[in-house]
């Protein structure tokens, strides 16, 4: 099928896959679960050895900061959601969704998420791209057009790809000094 706005999204998502690939080489265990500020979100073990994302509802004003583990576990979680919601026969809750408990294992699973994400996009004709039928079921995107939600999930992952790499950068000005 395929269509110019399937196409464009297909190298908008290219394009931000590409800088999360330029940081990539810096993401280990350590980069992930460094917290840059007394307070941030994480990734943590739970009482079964679960590696869980901080969470509030409502969110605290302001948000904290966050870590990479939390960072790589939000990019999974939207793309989880927002592929079982608009590709699949629904999600899992939030709460289900855990940080697979290391920097390798979360870069596997996001590579599968985004080649998941990717043929779907590239599968989609503009009749499907301005439906409203797969996004039922999505609680923050319910009623939008698809290609409004694949749009959306394509600047999302800008935005935390860039947090990611941000927090690269400070963990290597500051070192432990940004330890909580």
Not at 60 to 79: D, K, M, N
Request: charged share 25%.
């Amino acid at each position: 099928m395929g269509s110019l706005r399937g196409d464009l999204l297909i190298r908008q998502l290219d394009a931000v896959w590409s800088l999360f690939e330029y940081h990539r080489p810096a993401l280990d265990d350590d980069a992930c679960l460094w917290e840059p500020a007394p307070g941030a979100w994480t990734v943590r073990r739970d009482a079964e050895g679960r590696w869980v994302a901080d969470w509030e509802v409502p969110e605290p004003e302001p948000v904290p900061t966050t870590s990479i583990g939390w960072l790589t576990w939000h990019i999974g979680y939207w793309w989880t959601t927002t592929l079982g919601h608009c590709f699949r026969d629904g999600a899992p809750e939030r709460e289900e969704i855990v940080w697979p408990g290391s920097a390798e294992a979360a870069v596997g699973w996001l590579v599968s998420l985004k080649e998941q994400w990717r043929a779907e996009l590239l599968a989609l004709g503009d009749a499907e791209l301005d439906s409203t039928e797969r996004t039922r079921g999505l609680s923050w995107g319910e009623g939008q057009k698809l290609v409004d939600i694949a749009a959306w999930a394509n600047f999302e992952l800008a935005k935390n790809v860039s947090e990611i790499g941000l927090t690269l950068h400070l963990r290597g000005a500051l070192g432990d000094r940004g330890v909580a």
